[in-house]
C-alpha cells in the first residue's frame, strides 16, 4: 500500500519540530518496507549563517538526520505507533556513511529508506539521499524503539 504525508501527518509521527524537523513530505510508502521523503533545502535554514556564510552547504550530519527522521516515520507507521503513545524511535547507530555531493539551498533531497532487518525494538535500514538523480549521501542507519 502506497501512502502521500503532508507536514501535518508527519508531525503526528514525529516528536521533532522546527527547526530541527528535516522532512517536507513523503510521497511513498509501504509498510514495513521502505519510504520516499522531500526535504526542500532553502537559504533560510538556520545553519546556513555558519556553514558556511559565503558558500553555503547543508551539513552531512543533518542530512543523516532527515534519513533518520524519514526512518522514523516509516517505523511508527508501520508499528501503528506515535509519540503521542509513549514510543520513540531513538537514532541508535551509522554505519558505512558516505558523502557524495554537496547539498546548497535550492536543492530539494529525495531521502529513500529500505528495511534491512525489523525485530521489535531495534529497526536497520539502508539510507539514501539524491539530488536530482545524483546520490548526495548513502548510510546503514539503526533505530531503538523506547517505551509503549
Known amino acids: 500500500m502506497k501512502y502521500i504525508m503532508d507536514i501535518h501527518e508527519i508531525l503526528k509521527y514525529l516528536p521533532h519540530r522546527p527547526p530541527f524537523l528535516l522532512i517536507d513530505r513523503v510521497v511513498e510508502m509501504v509498510e514495513g518496507e521502505s519510504l520516499v521523503a522531500i526535504k526542500n533545502v532553502t537559504m533560510n535554514e538556520y545553519f546556513f549563517a555558519g556553514h558556511f556564510p559565503n558558500r553555503p552547504v547543508m551539513p552531512g550530519v543533518l542530512i543523516v538526520e532527515a534519513l533518520a527522521q524519514a526512518a522514523g516515520v516509516l517505523a511508527y507507521k508501520s508499528t501503528n505507533t506515535s509519540p503521542s503513545d509513549g514510543v520513540l524511535y531513538l537514532f541508535a547507530g551509522i554505519d558505512n556513511a558516505r558523502f557524495r555531493r554537496v547539498v546548497e539551498p535550492g536543492d530539494q533531497l529525495r531521502l529513500e529508506v529500505k528495511v534491512l532487518r525489523a525485530r521489535k525494538d531495534m529497526w ?20 531503538a524503539r523506547r517505551g509503549g
Open 124 to 143: 536497520r535500514l539502508e539510507g539514501t539521499a539524491h539530488v536530482d538523480g545524483e546520490l548526495a549521501c548513502s548510510a546503514e542507519l539503526l533505530s
